[in-house]
């Protein structure tokens, strides 16, 4: 039997995708299959944090797809909704500056997220 009880799961983001996410543009986060994220699943909530700050944002976590690289994620989630600012090929190009091939072979996690309702 397994645990399906939602659980909580803190990540650092950089403040320019925390703010979109923050604003509910950026509904699509981007991360690599690393082995503390295999098991990420609809209901979990993710709190993003900005690195060395006490500033949060939590998110409900709808799905998770996963995809054999971030080229394939892109053209399968729309680039404008893992980041509205920039093209396709410069999400690819900053989202791989991040991530080196070695880290992108483990393959890659679309997560689609929502901003909790209002209270």
């Not at 923050?22 to 690599?32: D, L, N, P, Q, S």
């Not at 998770?64 to 994620?73: C, N, Q, S, T, W």
Request: proline residues 8%; negative net charge.
């Amino acid at each position: 039997m397994t645990d399906s009880t939602p659980r909580l799961r803190e990540l650092n983001l950089y403040r320019q995708y925390f703010d979109l996410v923050a604003a509910g543009t950026k509904t699509i986060e981007v991360r690599v299959k690393y082995p503390h994220l295999t098991d990420l699943a609809p209901g979990d909530t993710i709190r993003f944090r900005i690195k060395g700050s006490d500033e949060t944002c939590d998110v409900q976590v709808e799905r998770v797809r996963e995809y054999p690289d971030f080229e394939a994620l892109l053209d399968g989630e729309g680039p404008a909704n893992v980041n509205p600012t920039a093209t396709r090929d410069e999400q690819l190009t900053t989202i791989r500056a991040i991530y080196p091939p070695e880290k992108e072979a483990l393959g890659a996690l679309a997560i689609k997220i929502t901003l909790p309702p209002a209270d």
